[in-house]
């Protein structure tokens, strides 16, 4: 059972345009939820968080929305950028130190 | 910067093989933790550690075990490699003060002929 789901293999967005990753959980007891950035051949780097007792939580031109009802969170990169390009992950956890559950990722890709 | 570097980039094994990965970080986390990555399955995590000499199984450990004899160093072990072991493995690791980000290192892509 996936507990972490990401609907979207892959998305194109132009530069400059906003882009909204969208990533859904089945697990009430995750309280930690994070996003990676992964480029090919190297290994993925933390970009933004958020805990499960907040709804938004905003670092430079990423932003990440939670909806705990709808078990449903969502990060917006504004404006897009032609390094933006790369496979995006969302993760979660039930608190402790316990390894992170991924969702299967989405491919972002920027046009010129 | 948490630096975390693993021992080989690219490796190639035969079947059969004993094979070992090796994680080295230098921030003193306590946490380590083994994934593995593959095509439309994301990250799957294999192991973790919590501390020196102790380990947890994580979601796929079948095929595999590790190894913590020090804290800067968690190592994963194919006891006997097979094909379906063909991946990228990502080492990671964690520690207090930073959340529940991990830090991963480049990754090893192994091949298993």
Known sequence: DQQVKQNSPSLSVQEGRISILNCDYTNSMFDYFLWYKKYPAEGPTFLISISSIKDKNE?????????????????????????????????????????????????????? | DV???????????????????ECVQDMDHENMFWYRQ????????IYFSYDVKMKEKGDIPEGYSVSREKKERFSLILESASTNQTSMYLCASSGPGQGYEQYFGPGTRLTVT
């Open chain 2, 38 to 45: 593959d095509p439309g399955l994301g990250l799957r995590l």
């Open chain 2, 3 to 21: 630096k975390v570097t693993q021992s080989s980039r690219y490796l190639v094994k035969r079947t059969g093989e004993k094979v070992f990965l």
């Open chain 1, 59 to 112: 670092d430079g031109r990423f932003t990440v929305f939670l909806n705990k009802s709808a078990k449903h969170l969502s990060l917006h990169i504004v404006p897009s950028q032609p390094g933006d390009s790369a496979v995006y992950f969302c993760a979660a956890i039930v608190g402790g130190a316990d390894g992170l559950t991924f969702g299967k990722g989405t491919h972002l890709i920027i046009q010129p």
